[in-house]
């Protein structure tokens, strides 16, 4: 019963990330459908795990006996996934060390890391609380307006605390990198946090001079891991054309998730509720 169980879950799992397209859609739809088609597939095969745990390696289910070999199988998976998320909390870790040994500086009344490079870099690393981290190549690339619009849009990344929530989803995705379309859904949620962040930023500063910042940095090469990291130049260039184009457009408002947007998570708590027909 138990590899019936990892069979039903690994196959809804497949499905579910096969459904996946690159539908032109607004903000709001396209972060929701993103987010659940990338969450939901790890979420159920995590909870199969759990609820194989607490089963144990030995009983009935449904008039049908369990064994060791399922158990053994969540056992291994758990651990899988706890390993994972260790190797990138110390990754994460290093990164935030990395940043700290950078000298602050006061900068428009404001604590920032100055990172002697001269390539153009801005962003948040850390955890809950990140830090912003400048290059010295940036300061002395950028006019005092410019400088403001990066600045926006850092604040951005801070208010929605994106370091913190995409280390998660940075170890939901090594997690589930064999599942398929999980690059395509980790790219469009890169793409759609900086468009968050843009829209953020553009509703205090000028979207035009935030555009020609961000083709300025962009154009570098990234100097810093996208563990902990929420710099302006990420992601990659071919989704450059989405920002610029969302910037000169009319803004408008990033609307916050509502509660109801998360009730197909719930679905994925359904395993657990098999642990009561465990004997």
Avoid at 206 to 235: F, K, M
Wanted: with cysteine; glycine share 6%.
């Amino acid at each position: 019963m138990h590899l019936i169980m990892i069979l039903a879950a690994l196959a809804v799992a497949y499905w579910t990330r096969c459904t996946w397209t690159d539908i032109p859609s607004n903000w709001s739809v396209r972060w929701r459908r993103s987010l659940f088609l990338f969450l939901f597939p790890p979420l159920l095969i995590f909870t199969t795990a759990i609820a194989l745990l607490c089963m144990g390696p030995q009983g009935e289910m449904g008039g049908l006996q369990t064994g060791g070999f399922g158990y053994v199988m969540a056992l291994g998976c758990i651990a899988f996934f706890s390993i994972l998320c260790i190797k990138l909390t110390w990754e994460g870790w290093q990164s935030v060390k990395s940043a700290r040994n950078c000298p602050l500086v006061n900068l428009a009344g404001r604590q920032v890391r100055m990172l002697n490079t001269g390539a153009l870099f801005a962003g948040q690393i850390g955890f809950w609380q990140p830090e912003l981290v400048l290059s010295l190549g940036l300061l002395q690339t950028l006019s005092k307006a410019h400088l403001e619009t990066v600045l926006a849009h850092e604040h951005g990344h801070y208010h929605y605390r994106d370091t913190f929530w995409f280390f998660w989803l940075g170890w939901v995705r090594s997690c589930t990198a064999w599942l398929p379309n999980t690059d395509a859904l980790w790219q469009e949620l890169l793409v759609l946090r900086e468009l968050r962040a843009d829209a953020h930023a553009a509703s205090q500063v000028d979207p035009l001079l935030l555009a020609e910042s961000l083709l300025l940095v962009i154009s570098t090469p990234p100097i810093s891991s996208q563990i902990c990291c929420a710099a302006l130049g990420s992601p990659t260039v071919d989704r450059l054309n989405q920002r610029i184009d969302a910037l000169l457009a009319q803004p408008k408002p990033t609307p916050e998730d509502q509660l109801q947007s998360w009730n197909y998570f719930l679905f994925a708590f359904l395993p657990l509720m098999t642990v009561i027909f465990h004997t």
